[in-house]
């Protein structure tokens, strides 16, 4: 793993960041994806590790997205992005662990879409957000199927359609964003998050993040009948677990749970 572009810091907690560092403005080439993925795919696989940080060096790029200098100099388009697909996360398989991006300025077209790779997303006031894909004559893949499902379609297509900027305000209020922080206080802010997502019920989290996912495109009764009969891995393995009883016995017992993740 090179110290130098992909950075991993483990917290006690169970807490796994990943720094991207590259810049000027934080662009992926193909080899800092592969080594972005090859972090995600350290994180998904360590179970001591409940919950991970997206970050970037830097306040006035998040990430600029696709690297088109390396593109000119040869990285193909479709060429290898790694395990996980473009910055390592988009298609990292059975990553049932919650994830926080902590945006801090410009996140541009696939900048944008690794922020939405994410289930939480927590930006500085000085944030912002473009898919400036349309001046380059191509498509923000990712984020056109994504987008219109996260904030209203007509606004999604507006980004989509003039590639314009838009502010973090702007974002709070159409949901994209979970909170905006003064950029002094972000790190603290999302790192609180991320112990109170760190002492929760792992087996829970996994249940939901395969079950939104997979449910995505399926029947309301179907997805509910796949959830009762156990038919989702992660639903068979809580139901059956140490965990799911451990739940229970707090309540009853006035007490926090203590979850060991099995």
Known sequence: MSQDLVKITRHAEGIFEVELDRPKANAIDLATSRLMGE????????PAMRVAIIKTA????????????????????????????????QELRDLNKPVIAQVSGMACGGGFELALSADLIYCTDESSFALPEINSGTIADAATLKLPKRIPYHVAMELLFTGR???????????????????ADLPEHVMNVARKLASGPPLVFASIKEVAREAENMKFQDALNKISLKQFATVDLLYNSEDNLEGAKAFAEKRDPVWLGK
């Open 39 to 46: 972090a995600f795919k350290e994180f998904r696989d360590d």
């Open 165 to 183: 900027w838009m502010d973090a305000e702007e974002a709070k209020r159409w949901g994209l964003v979970n909170e905006v922080v003064a950029t």
């Open 58 to 89: 830097g306040d006035r790029f998040f990430c600029a997205g696709w690297d088109l200098k390396a593109a000119a100099g040869g990285d193909a388009v479709d060429g290898d992005y790694g395990v996980g697909g473009f910055g390592g996360i």
